[in-house]
């Protein structure tokens, strides 16, 4: 078997306001786009996300015991430079850049428009970084 990526799909509850948070205020573009507009697919540089709006009424697992979507950066100062990035933009974002008790990450937390936890990360394990990154 040859896996050339993966796609996380995820339902959300306003496609347009999900599409510019992770386009316009994280950065993510858009490489694919069906089902009317109703489906989005950004590209995390590891990996894609897809926001679905299904309007089937199904829950969104967000919140405090949902899912938590995280973006691994280059270093610290990446995570530095895309906190000041989405706090120029407006994004609430309610602790700054530290290191985390629990894990050994430097990371921030925000949300997105449906509540989905999103965590901007720099793994300080340096002999177990995640390797990938987008295609050129």
């Known amino acids: 078997m040859a ?7 995820l ?3 306003d496609i347009k306001k999900t599409t510019h948070f992770y386009r316009d205020i994280v950065g993510l573009p858009v490489v694919q786009e069906q089902a009317g507009g109703m489906l989005k697919i950004f590209d995390t540089g590891y990996g894609y996300w897809g926001f679905c709006q299904y309007g089937d009424g199904r829950s969104i697992p967000s919140g405090d015991v949902g899912v938590c979507l995280s973006l691994n950066c280059h270093d610290e100062a990446d995570v530095d430079r895309q906190y000041a990035r989405m706090t120029e933009k407006g994004c609430v ?7 985390q008790e629990k894990f050994p990450v430097y990371a921030f937390f925000t949300r997105d428009p449906d509540d989905y936890k999103v965590e901007f990360q720099r793994i300080q ?3 177990q970084q995640l390797m990938g990154g987008r295609k050129e």
């Open 93 to 99: 974002i309610k602790e700054p850049p530290k290191r």
């Open 11 to 13: 339902p959300c509850s």
């Open 125 to 127: 394990l340096e002999d």
């Open 3 to 9: 896996i050339e990526n993966c796609v996380t799909f």
